[in-house]
């Protein structure tokens, strides 16, 4: 009775050791998803204020060419 109840102990250690690492696979992941979606916001940010100023720097070097 005491081996299996030690196999048992020895069990459901693995298992709750297992569903721990999960766990803060989980939490990074979703971190990284979300610095990912605010460098995009950034990103698209920027080149909403900056692109008509290239576009405009790009038809006058096209022009004077």
Known sequence: MTGAYAH???LLTVVSNR???????GATAVEYGLLVGLI??????GVALVGPKLSTMF???AGKL
């Open 19 to 25: 569903f721990e690492g999960r766990k803060e696979r």
């Open 59 to 61: 038809t006058t070097v």
């Open 8 to 10: 048992l102990i020895a």
């Open 40 to 45: 995009a916001i950034v990103m698209i940010t």
